[in-house]
């Protein structure tokens, strides 16, 4: 039987590819965005297989259920070896209109908006957020 060593949650997190950098999903624990079983986690909290991940990236919640624990970054074609996607997809469509929610559509080759032209733009973008 192989011994299975205890890994921490912030390094399984940057491992499996979630954060970029360790220390990110060391803070993201910090402020009580990763959660297990409905309670926030310290970063130094080992982690169990089969166990539900809930990581809170504004403006998405994602749920993961971890299949293995490593501690050594993988590539990225590796890591459905290791974690499962459970996040259902409205909030996945969450995070596509925030990145494509703000910005609007502008002809391409007409340049920057005018005095006048921004002043419409912000008026009708203040119309959606007083609401």
């Not at 940057?14 to 310290?42: E, Q, Y």
């Not at 909290?45 to 970054?73: C, D, G, M, Q």
Request: proline letters at 5%.
């Amino acid at each position: 039987m192989t011994d299975i060593k205890p890994v921490r949650i912030d390094k399984y997190l940057w491992a499996v590819r979630i954060f970029k950098t360790r220390s990110l999903a060391a803070d993201a624990c910090r402020m009580g965005r990763i959660m297990i079983n409905d309670n926030p986690v310290k970063p130094s909290r080992s982690l169990a297989r089969n166990e539900i991940l809930i990581v809170k990236k504004p403006p998405v919640i994602y749920t993961f259920k971890v299949k293995e624990v490593i501690e050594n970054r993988i590539s990225a074609k590796l890591v459905t070896n290791y974690i499962e996607d459970l996040t259902p997809e409205n909030e996945k469509l969450k995070l596509e209109i925030h990145r494509s929610g703000s910005a609007g559509y502008r002809k391409k080759g007409s340049g920057r908006p005018t005095k006048k032209e921004r002043r419409i733009i912000d008026d009708w973008q203040d119309g959606f957020n007083d609401k």
